[in-house]
């Protein structure tokens, strides 16, 4: 019964190429994030949504695309992957001002 | 930007030996929390402290908080080999957000 999971575990694709990663909590959190970690294991997050609606969107370029159906999926798909897209994407959720459970995240090397 | 620091970047010890890590961050907050990433996996929450308290334990934790100098401390006592892993401080801003913001993370390796 894994809380919140997400698929695929690794990504390895060509630059320029289109993906998309899911996401998916089983917890009835009503908030999920979308976050970064860089190779310096720098995390950054990068989107936040509540039931279903974009809160925070922290100047990712508008390559990437977050979707949410319904508030337990978030996913995000990227277009014209490039190389500095590389990293560790994690999702997460929470309830407001409580702790955040993360996925085991997303490798995705663009070569 | 990150919020917060994390010090040391890297930090080795005996096994038994008391590990101390420490975070400072720039703005108002609600809470802050600790967590854990073991190599190649998710990360792991471990406390978290309001920003009306001052300490707080879970078994072998033992976090502060300090708010009029913006800074957190976690302290791991009696340290084991499977305490091995990054720890990042997060905070959750008093903005009325809903975002976590973490730390720069410290690299513990506890040596058997």
């Known amino acids: 019964d894994t809380a919140v999971s997400q698929t695929p575990k690794y990504l390895v694709t060509q630059m320029g190429n289109d993906k998309s990663i899911k996401c998916e909590q089983n917890l009835g959190h009503d908030t999920m994030y979308w976050y970064k970690q860089d190779s310096k294991k720098f995390l950054k997050i990068m989107f936040s949504y509540n039931n279903k609606e974009l809160i925070i969107n922290e100047t990712v370029p508008n390559r990437f695309s977050p979707k949410s159906p319904d508030k337990a999926h978030l996913n995000l798909h990227i277009n014209s992957l490039e190389l500095g897209d590389s990293a560790v994407y994690f999702c997460?959720?929470?309830?407001?001002?409580?702790?955040?459970?993360f996925g085991q995240g997303t490798r995705l090397t663009v070569v | 930007s990150q919020q917060g620091e994390e010090d040391p970047q890297a930090l080795s010890i005996q096994e038994g030996e008391n590990a101390t890590m420490n975070c400072s961050y720039k703005t108002s907050i609600n809470n802050l929390q600790w967590y854990r990433q073991n190599s190649g996996r998710g990360l792991v929450h471990l406390i978290l402290i309001r920003s009306n308290e001052r300490e707080k334990h879970s078994g072998r934790l033992r976090v502060t908080l300090d708010t009029s100098k913006k800074s957190s401390s976690l302290l791991i006592t009696a340290s084991r080999a499977a305490d091995t892993a990054s720890y990042f401080c997060a905070t959750d801003a008093d903005f009325g957000n809903e975002k976590l913001t973490f730390g720069t993370g410290t690299r513990l390796t506890i040596i058997p």
């Open positions: 997460a959720s929470s309830q407001v001002g409580r702790e955040a459970f």
